[in-house]
């Protein structure tokens, strides 16, 4: 098992793609730490997950430093150790022009895509430290790299790409206390908002015929991604930025 006994804190872990790095993380033997807001939605993951014996669910708001702080000296007080923080909580809007979009919505975005990553990681980067040894992964967005002609994202973008300069800047400052930091850039993924989207055929293959796999991704190819940047496979990588989306980034299309 990859992750036997390591410890991972999930945030965002009630999301479709939070839920399936918990289920992969379990599986590979971590015992895991999920984060969120709404205590019922985490206990459904953990149900649905099938292995309460290696998972607790914590309400926490990312975006408040003292909840944050709270939330890793519980951790640290039953586990004794942190080995992984995946920031997977995140926020999008519905596609607007950004002279329409209210200040209270952008500065959610911002709080919680930013600032929800910052906190988390500085918090834990204090235990980290002690013991010279971690991984943190954080989960972006293709959207960081390029504008996508009529969908209006654009403050959801630049946070994006706010947290891919934040992994590589952690992963150099921290790199020779043995924490790596890395982010998955996922492209069009069955979660989320754009599940009912896709319920629609010909919606979904005008998606599709626009990826070089010709297939719209699933929240487990996300999950796999994170479990490998977590495992020691990967302890030779860090400051990386790994997108995950059929091919997408690397079309003109």
């Known amino acids: 098992m990859r992750l036997q006994d390591k410890v991972a804190i999930v945030t965002?872990?009630?999301?479709?793609?939070?839920?399936?790095?918990?289920?992969?993380?379990?599986?590979?033997?971590?015992?895991?730490?999920?984060?969120?807001?709404?205590?019922?939605?985490?206990?459904?993951?953990?149900?649905?997950?099938?292995?309460?014996?290696?998972?607790?669910?914590?309400?926490?708001?990312?975006?408040?430093?003292?909840?944050?702080?709270?939330?890793v000296d519980q951790v640290m007080d039953k586990y004794g150790k942190i080995d992984i923080l995946v920031n997977g909580a995140g926020a999008l809007n519905d596609p607007i022009h950004f002279h329409e979009m209210p200040e209270s919505e952008v500065n959610n975005l911002i709080n919680v895509n930013i600032l929800g990553v910052f906190k988390p990681t500085k918090a834990v980067l204090t235990k980290m430290s002690e013991v010279k040894n971690g991984v943190i992964i954080n989960i972006g967005s293709i959207s960081s790299e390029r504008a996508i002609p009529r969908v209006h994202l654009a403050v959801y973008s630049a946070t994006k790409a706010a947290v891919s300069m934040f992994t590589k800047s952690i992963a150099v400052e921290y790199a020779r206390r043995n924490i790596r930091c890395n982010c998955i850039n996922p492209g069009i993924i069955?979660?989320?908002?754009?599940?009912?989207?896709?319920?629609?055929?010909?919606?979904?293959?005008?998606?599709?015929?626009?990826?070089?796999?010709?297939?719209?991704?699933?929240?487990?190819?996300?999950?796999?991604?994170?479990?490998?940047?977590?495992?020691?496979?990967?302890?030779?990588?860090?400051?990386?930025?790994?997108?995950?989306?059929?091919?997408?980034?690397?079309?003109?299309?």
């Open 12 to 71: 965002g872990a009630s999301s479709d793609i939070g839920e399936s790095i918990v289920r992969r993380f379990v599986e590979e033997g971590a015992k895991v730490v999920l984060l969120g807001r709404n205590l019922e939605s985490l206990e459904k993951v953990r149900n649905d997950v099938g292995n309460e014996k290696n998972t607790v669910a914590i309400t926490c708001d990312v975006t408040d430093e003292a909840q944050i702080i709270q939330t």
């Open 190 to 253: 069955n979660s989320g908002m754009i599940k009912p989207y896709l319920e629609d055929l010909n919606a979904r293959r005008v998606l599709e015929d626009r990826l070089p796999l010709n297939r719209i991704g699933e929240p487990v190819d996300v999950a796999n991604a994170v479990l490998f940047m977590a495992s020691d496979e990967a302890n030779w990588i860090t400051g990386t930025i790994l997108d995950v989306d059929g091919g997408k980034s690397a079309s003109e299309a």
